[in-house]
């Protein structure tokens, strides 16, 4: 089993930044896809950015390219999402999701195996 540990989430104004982490463990981790998640109140989860295992190939939901970056450092058996000039509707909690290769590279909540609890993450205008 994947263990997924999200951190870093908190309350910022429009246009600040935050850096969520995601902490693997129970698998080797050179050999998951990765992404984040989001869903707000009443909304339905939606895909924000996912990783290959290597990290050689990225995507990211229209909503938050250029200003949202994902990387990973395998050594460290962690993901980030990097979320500059945040906007209010941003705010949601923010999901970890990992899925062993080969992955489809998708943001649908059910092409991912594995969850972790998410971190709020609250954008204030």
């Known amino acids: 089993q994947v263990q997924l540990v999200e951190s870093g989430g908190g309350s910022v104004q429009a246009g600040g930044s935050l850096r969520l982490s995601c902490a693997a463990s129970?698998?080797?981790?050179?050999?998951?896809?990765m992404a984040w998640f989001r869903q707000a109140p009443g909304t339905e989860r939606e895909g924000v950015a996912f990783?290959?295992?290597?990290?050689?190939?990225?995507d990211y939901a229209d909503s938050v390219k250029g200003r949202f970056t994902i990387s990973r450092d395998n050594e460290k058996n962690m993901m980030y999402l990097q979320m500059n000039s945040l906007k209010p509707e941003d705010t949601a909690m923010y999901y970890c999701?990992?899925?062993?290769?080969?992955?489809?590279?998708?943001?649908?909540?059910?092409?991912?195996?594995?969850w972790g609890q998410g971190t709020q993450v609250t954008v204030s205008s």
């Open positions: 990783i290959t295992s290597t990290g050689a190939t990225t």
């Open positions: 999701a990992a899925e062993p290769r080969p992955c489809v590279p998708r943001l649908q909540p059910d092409a991912w195996r594995y």
């Open positions: 129970g698998y080797n981790y050179d050999y998951l896809c």
